[in-house]
């Protein structure tokens, strides 16, 4: 009972922490164009506020290849991942909501939000999982070559700093 209720609280912290940081960042917004997201894109960096997932073998360390636009303006994702050491493809279709940038998956238990980007080199992405009354985030870093500037990557670590996330490299 008591681990439920700290489950509960914990729950209800790292919402109020999300929505203060998504409201924070408005560079999005309106202006938001996702044909212009489309194409090849690069894993970077991660950040998770839930160790397992980005470990070496969690589920949730996965290789972008691309990201594409669908008829109905859901987005696909092109993903391979790693399970039991080998490489699996995953390709995951995001579904618009009425607010520019966010996207839900899987019946609403995922809400994906693109945060920032510049279209030609960057895209910080955030995921939020709740199901069951489990809770974890992810935020990503994409890049369209291989390389990214440090800026960029310290851009990002000041964001996953503000949520107290872990970072990775890969
Ligand atoms: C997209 O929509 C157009 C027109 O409605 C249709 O002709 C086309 O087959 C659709 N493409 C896919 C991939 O569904
Ligand atoms: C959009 O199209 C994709 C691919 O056909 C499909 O998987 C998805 O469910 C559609 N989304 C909506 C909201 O219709």
């Known amino acids: 009972m008591k681990l439920l209720l700290l489950l509960v609280v914990l729950g209800l912290e790292l919402t109020l922490v999300c929505v203060h940081a998504e409201a924070k960042t408005s560079l999005i917004g309106k202006n938001f164009n996702p044909q212009k997201i489309q194409g090849k894109w690069h894993s970077i960096l991660l950040a998770s506020d839930k160790r397992e997932m980005i470990e070496e073998h969690g589920s949730m360390r996965d290789f972008v290849e691309y990201i594409h636009l669908l008829n109905n303006s859901s987005l696909a994702l092109k993903l391979h991942t790693i399970v039991d050491g080998e490489c699996t493809e995953l390709y995951l279709v995001c579904d618009k909501t009425e607010e520019d940038g966010v996207y839900i998956i899987?019946?609403?238990?995922?809400?994906?939000?693109?945060?920032?980007?510049?279209?030609?080199?960057?895209?910080?992405?955030?995921?939020?999982?709740?199901?069951?009354?489990?809770?974890?985030?992810?935020?990503?870093?994409?890049?369209?070559?291989?390389?990214?500037?440090?800026?960029?990557?310290?851009?990002?670590?000041?964001?996953?700093?503000?949520?107290?996330?872990?970072?990775?490299?890969?």
Do not use: C, W
């Open 106 to 170: 899987y019946n609403g238990y995922n809400r994906f939000t693109v945060l920032d980007t510049d279209y030609a080199d960057y895209i910080i992405t955030h995921l939020r999982h709740i199901k069951n009354g489990e809770t974890f985030q992810l935020m990503k870093l994409y890049s369209r070559k291989p390389k990214l500037s440090s800026n960029i990557k310290k851009n990002f670590g000041i964001h996953a700093r503000s949520r107290e996330f872990l970072r990775k490299i890969y």
